[in-house]
């Protein structure tokens, strides 16, 4: 029945590893999203992807880089970890060419780099 | 750019009693705005939203919003707080935004904690 899921739910992990967040969404929507929420809980967009072509590319180290192997999926992967990543990682869909209103959110990946 | 502010970090309010959450915007076109509750440990769940139309949107969970646009305002509002209305709430207005190409993308606020004191 979930709707949008993320794995891990928890990832800790040493600074300089690489590590890889997944997503899937069942909804049937053409339009994912990764948001970050840091510990004072502001959210910021990351990336978007319609249809498995990137579309919102924002101020982001190059060190992040999703995948969308279709449109289903959306991965998030990150290199050299650093302590400045230590976040909760949400995503989310929506269907864009219902006009996209209404987002849909994954129960997040909350990352600790130690 | 476009943005939404949310200026109180927290609200407290009684069990029964009305809330108010505010959120103003700040677009060049036409507001989509947006409100999300965020319960602990979970993802971001959609409440309501206003397009056009009636000023007074009615919501999930008995919540609504008011959309003033002399204010450029965007209140939530409960005539009943309940002690599970515990939660963070976000406001949030769609971005055309010309850098995207005409893709949606949605900025959200900084969030206001609603603590309901039983």
């Known amino acids: 029945d979930t709707a949008v899921s993320q794995t891990p739910k928890y990832l800790v992990t040493q600074m300089g590893n690489d590590k890889s967040i997944k997503c899937e969404q069942n909804?049937?929507?053409?339009?994912m999203y990764w948001y970050k929420q840091d510990s004072k809980k502001f959210l910021k967009i990351m990336f978007s992807y319609n249809n498995k072509e990137l579309i919102i590319n924002e101020t982001v180290p190059n060190r992040f880089s999703p995948k969308s192997p279709d449109k289903a999926h959306l991965n998030l992967h990150i290199n050299s970890l650093e302590l400045g990543d230590s976040a909760v990682y949400f995503c989310?869909?929506?269907?864009?060419?219902?006009?996209?209103?209404?987002?849909?959110f994954g129960p997040g990946t909350r990352l600790t780099v130690l | 750019a476009q943005s939404v502010a949310q200026p109180e970090d927290q609200v407290n309010v009684a069990e029964g009693n009305p809330l108010t959450v505010k959120c103003t915007y700040s677009?060049?076109?036409?507001?989509?705005l947006f409100w999300y509750v965020q319960y602990p440990n979970r993802g971001l769940q959609f409440l309501l939203k206003y397009i056009t139309g009636d000023n007074l949107v009615k919501g999930s969970y008995g919540f609504e919003a008011e959309f003033n646009k002399s204010q450029t305002s965007f209140h939530l509002k409960k005539p009943s707080a309940l002690v599970s209305d515990s939660a963070l709430y976000f406001c949030a207005v769609r971005d055309l935004g010309a850098l995207s190409g005409g893709y949606q993308k949605v900025t959200f606020g900084t969030g206001t904690k609603l603590q309901v004191i039983p």
């Open positions: 989310a869909s929506t269907q864009r060419t219902s006009g996209g209103i209404e987002q849909f």
């Open positions: 909804l049937g929507h053409d339009t």
């Open positions: 677009v060049s076109g036409n507001p989509y």
